[in-house]
């Protein structure tokens, strides 16, 4: 099994409710520090049982028993520290999305490189097995050509509380926070880059974040559409249609929040069938960085797919502004 020694960057929610666990589940490593800029280092180390806390990152980067960092920090602060912790020699796992932009994606490349270090982005959903069995399905055949995608993700945010996701300054907005899943997806689904791409957004907050996002974008003959947002209940689903027949993933994003288990409706000429992959892609997540790190190469398939998301994204956010 492979194990690395895991630090920490930020006392972030998502590292304490899923990250953190999922490292544990996976017999990835053990996680032997946490740093925070905020003071809270020390009573997130003794709740979650983590042996050191830091007032910095930079401590932590100094530590020389932390071999990689998973970083939890706001979008606008990715780029900075991964380039710090990859200098500083530590294997780099980031938040979605990873950096703000191209530019931003070859600095970090760069560093990585030069440092020898691995470097990957957190989009534990590609490690759930039904992405797996959706490729295998179109591969197949089973829908015929690939006709349209549509994939949506919601969620309701508390508006009040000066929440980052809602302060352009650190990289907030929908289309950022949750929108970047079903790009990431049509990416996946395409192994390309899209060939056109219409946006729109609504932004009602006084720093004129984007609230709510939606999108077109072509692949080929392939029509790829989705909407997000923070104004609705949980909703994260999408939608494969072919020529012979559709495949609805009902928790595409967040099978976790289904116990695990992904539903899946394949519906053809022959009938429905239902299928129900079942895995733990938060753990798949963590398993999979750390033997990136034994084995001292990262994954270029999803480092590619990473590239087409991150140029993606900024071409729709450039294409909702006109």
């Not at 960057?9 to 990835?28: K, S």
Request: aromatic residues 6%.
């Amino acid at each position: 099994m492979s194990r690395t020694t895991w630090g920490i960057l930020g006392a972030a929610r998502i590292a304490r409710q899923q990250v953190i666990p999922a490292i544990r589940r996976a017999g990835a490593g053990g996680v032997v520090a946490v740093s925070s800029a905020s003071g809270k280092a020390g009573s997130y180390a003794a709740e979650l049982g983590i042996p050191r806390a830091y007032a910095s990152h930079e401590e932590l980067l100094a530590d020389p028993e932390v071999e990689s960092v998973y970083i939890a920090l706001p979008n606008s602060h990715h780029a900075e520290w991964i380039i710090r912790a990859a200098q500083a020699g530590k294997h780099v796992l980031c938040e979605k999305p990873l950096v703000l932009g191209p530019d931003e994606l070859d600095a970090v490349d760069r560093a990585a490189r030069e440092s020898g270090v691995v470097l990957a982005e957190a989009f534990m959903y590609r490690h759930h097995p039904q992405l797996a069995t959706a490729r295998d399905l179109l591969t197949e055949g089973a829908l015929g050509d690939l006709v349209a995608v549509q994939a949506r993700l919601h969620f309701r945010l508390e508006r009040s509380g000066g929440d980052i996701r809602l302060d352009p300054r650190l990289g907030g907005g929908s289309l950022l926070d949750v929108g970047c899943y079903p790009v990431d997806l049509f990416g996946l689904l395409s192994d390309a880059e899209p060939d056109e791409v219409v946006a729109t957004a609504v932004r009602d907050e006084p720093g004129g974040v984007d609230t709510r996002f939606a999108g077109v974008l072509r692949y080929g003959e392939v029509l790829a559409t989705f909407d997000c947002g923070f104004d609705t209940p949980f909703t994260g689903t999408a939608t494969l249609l072919g020529t012979r027949g559709t495949l609805h993933l009902t928790d595409v994003f967040r099978a976790d929040l289904a116990g695990g288990t992904g539903t899946m409706v394949l519906r053809t000429d022959a009938g429905t069938r239902e299928l129900h992959p079942s895995g733990d892609q938060y753990a798949a997540q963590a398993a999979a960085f750390a033997r990136q790190v034994r084995e001292g190469r990262r994954d270029e398939h999803h480092w590619r797919l990473t590239t087409r998301t991150t140029r993606t994204l900024d071409r729709l956010a450039a294409a909702a502004t006109r």
